[in-house]
């Protein structure tokens, strides 16, 4: 069981879809908290329908004064307002300013690199930790990858792989999906971060149990950010079972074939068109949704010496799971104990076997 914080745990964004459920772990964990956002009634029927009654305090992230003052009492603030890549940084800097560790649910990896470009030595010199994406995407890939290479560094290469079934996004995902989908991704090659380019590229991959071998895509996820910093290897490659986005094989291949012209449409005014859209979509999928999720990560990392070690996490439930990585984090980055600071990838933040072994409580499985 972790300590107690040393102080309150902040939720900003408090009252969107991820929000609600990182409150409803925090009650049901019973560990201090602070509920934060722009909307006074919207943060106050949040707090009530998770059953708690901890402070409501209000701050856009446009005011800087008011965030500091929304969070200056707290030791860690976890960031559920996205997407991140518009709203984030204001957060990060408050959390920095207050002297408070911070953590988000972002699945936004452009902006995880530019947090740990600009924030690492502000993060230092204040004695506090920034780690961002810490729910489902990308703790738990992030933390077997590590587990993955042990004994096999230096790697070739290492290769990160999603199967996601019967998932229904929130508004919130939607949203940032569409941040990412604009703006491309990265890739991890010979040392360095490189745009990915929109070439279209088509592979298959074998998947353990019964997913079995499935077309792969290219996914900008964070683990090309977070992986090289904790894992000796030339190349990072991050792959997504592609049936999880279009069922028919000749769909696919016309959705490879899409996506340059599909992000150069989302630099115009099309983009605004598909906010509105989003918007009048419900909040997030329903807890009987949730029950039907279903996701398998593959690490498998290639030592230059041949050796290979392979991880698998199997697990559910995404956005339950989520707000289980996202609270535990930071009950452990609020104990007067944790002493790690700078921008961190998960498995520099935490040690990989524990933090995996606690969340089997909620569903998650892996070995290696």
């Given at each position: 069981m972790?300590?107690e914080?040393?102080g309150?745990?902040?939720?900003y964004?408090a009252?969107?879809?991820?929000g609600?459920?990182v ?8 560990l201090p908290?602070?509920v ?6 919207r943060l ?11 402070p409501?305090?209000?701050a856009?992230?446009?005011d ?13 603030v976890i960031n559920?307002a996205?997407?991140?890549?518009r709203w984030?940084?204001a ?7 207050t ?5 988000d ?11 740990a ?10 004695g506090?930790a ?24 230096p ?7 999603y199967?996601v079934?019967?998932l ?11 941040e ?11 040392g ?13 991959l074998t998947?353990?149990d ?5 077309p792969?895509m ?26 999880g ?11 490879t ?36 999720e ?22 559910g439930?995404?956005y ?5 990585i996202?609270v535990h ?7 007067e ?8 990838a998960p ?7 524990p933090?995996?072994?606690?969340l089997a ?8």
């Open positions: 972790a300590p914080p040393a309150p745990i902040g939720v964004g009252s969107g879809y991820t609600k459920l409150l409803r772990e925090l009650v049901r964990r019973g908290h602070v934060a956002g722009r909307s006074a009634g106050r029927a949040a707090a009530a329908e998770a059953g708690t009654e901890a409501v305090r209000t856009a992230v446009e800087r004064d008011a965030l500091r003052h929304a969070l200056g009492d707290c030791s860690v559920c996205g997407p991140f890549s984030g940084e957060v990060v800097r408050a959390a920095i300013e002297g408070a560790h911070y953590l649910t972002t699945g936004e990896q452009l902006y995880m690199k530019r947090i470009d600009r924030w690492d030595g502000a993060a230092r010199a204040a506090v920034v780690v961002c994406a810490m729910g489902f995407d990308y703790v738990p890939g992030d933390l077997v990858a590590h587990l993955a290479a042990q004994g096999h560094e790697l070739r290469e290492l290769v990160v792989a199967s079934r019967g229904v996004p929130s508004r919130g995902t939607l949203r940032s999906a569409l990412i989908f604009k703006d491309g991704g990265l890739r991890y090659d010979e360095e971060w490189r745009p990915a380019g929109t070439r279209p590229r088509r592979a298959v998947f353990p019964e997913i079995g071998r499935a792969v290219p996914y900008p996820s964070g683990e090309v950010v977070t992986v090289p910093r904790h894992v000796q290897t030339r190349r990072v490659t991050a792959l997504i079972d592609a049936r986005f279009v069922a028919h094989p000749a769909l696919r291949a016309l959705l074939l899409t996506l340059p012209a599909a992000r150069l449409a989302l630099r115009t005014p099309l983009r605004s068109l598909a906010s509105l859209a989003i918007d009048r979509l419900g909040e997030g999928p329903t807890e009987e949704d949730r029950r039907t279903r996701f398998t990560v593959v690490a498998v990392a290639a030592g230059e010496d041949g050796s290979v070690g392979r991880g698998v996490v199997r697990g439930d995404v339950g799971l989520t707000a289980a996202a984090g930071a009950a452990l980055m609020a104990a104990d944790f002493d790690r600071s700078g921008v961190l498995a520099t933040a935490f040690e990989p076997r933090f995996l072994d606690r409580e909620h569903g998650l499985s892996y070995e290696v």
